[in-house]
């Protein structure tokens, strides 16, 4: 059994393990984000990994390590998708039982991978709406079953098979790496980035960015220690995670130079754009640190080289409508009325005609009558050529005689629409 060691020579081991078996994922020059930054970005493709996610690296270095004895009481994992595709991939090549727990939120997608990479090795179990609920129910089961907990990110093989990511990085990008950018959720994968950065490149600067909606490491570095989030918006399900890992804390406030938060709306832009300008599939999670190229720009030399990691590619793409809208509502280009249209002839006309300018065009009517004969809600989403289009927009209706209420997207009501 692997030594439980944590360092630069922890996840050097694990990368000689690790080798023969996974992918050496590409480096490729992002163009786009190059010129928006003024500075070299690269992005780390292990959306092209076993997998198609890094969590594959994780997995199959603390399955491999186990002993015979291990090996036959089987393993058991949580995982929003990423991790159990990794788990069941590792149970076939190897021969070991695996249960997968996955919250009701994982997408079909990566439930039916979980499946077909187990190759019959693998059980498939969905338990409760969240990631920590899915959790619990893990560690429950490998306490009354003897079967060995495989964590996704809060154990030192875990994350010392993560951190081979850093090994590679390295390699590609040469004496120019300046910044890596890495997606945080339980804290596994940036963990192990910067244990073995820091220890053969001290130089280089390590930012981890959190879905906003998850933002269990900030709370935890405000605390003084992991918290349990209240709750979570688990739109961003591959670091939907509420609660960081006690191994992987430490580590981040100790070694990470910075962690930041970037809003879902802003991970739907950047997910458009890689498959529009470099044909690159990313799952939320998986776009989280291109994303945060933008908010950091500025703080990057022009001659530094900038690392993202594309941590996965398993969206599913009947999630591709809602991408689009969120989009959209990030950009200032969609927008939300709620129409008290009189009921009289020529109101509706009045609204097109007057109200509604060049560019601006209906792209949701739900119109419904009630009983008052005098008015009708209707609530009306209207898409804009440029977002510096609104405030005229707003005067014309602050002007017309129809009473318009606009849906902010902090507005609860907001939600239903997404």
Known sequence: MLERRLDAAAVEAAAEVLRPVVRRTELEHSDRLSEIVGATVLLKRENRQLTRSYKVRGAYHLISGLTDAERARGVVCASAGNHGQGLAWS?????VHGRVYVPGNTPRQKRQRILALGQGQVELIVEGSSYDVAGAAALADAERT????????????TIAGQGTVAVELAEQAGEALHTVIAPLGGGGLV???????RERHPHVRIVGVEPEGAASMTAALAAGGPVLLPEVDTFVDGAAVGRVGAVTYPLVRDLVDEVVTIGAGAVCTEMLDLYQVEGIIAEPAGALASAAVRALAGTFPADAAVACIVSGGNNDVSRYGEIVERSLVHQGLRHYFLVSFPQEPGALRHFLDEVLG???????FDYVKKNN????????????????????LLDRMEGSPVTIERVPPGSPLFTFLM
């Open 191 to 197: 963990a192990g980035l910067a244990v073995w950065l």
């Open 358 to 364: 060049e560019g601006e065009d209906i792209v949701v």
């Open 373 to 392: 004969r005098e008015t009708g809600p209707a609530l009306v989403g209207i898409e804009l050529d440029a977002a510096a289009g609104l405030p005229g």
């Open 146 to 157: 003897g079967a060995v907990y495989v964590p996704p990110f809060d154990d030192p093989r």
């Open 91 to 95: 149970c076939a090549r190897l021969g």
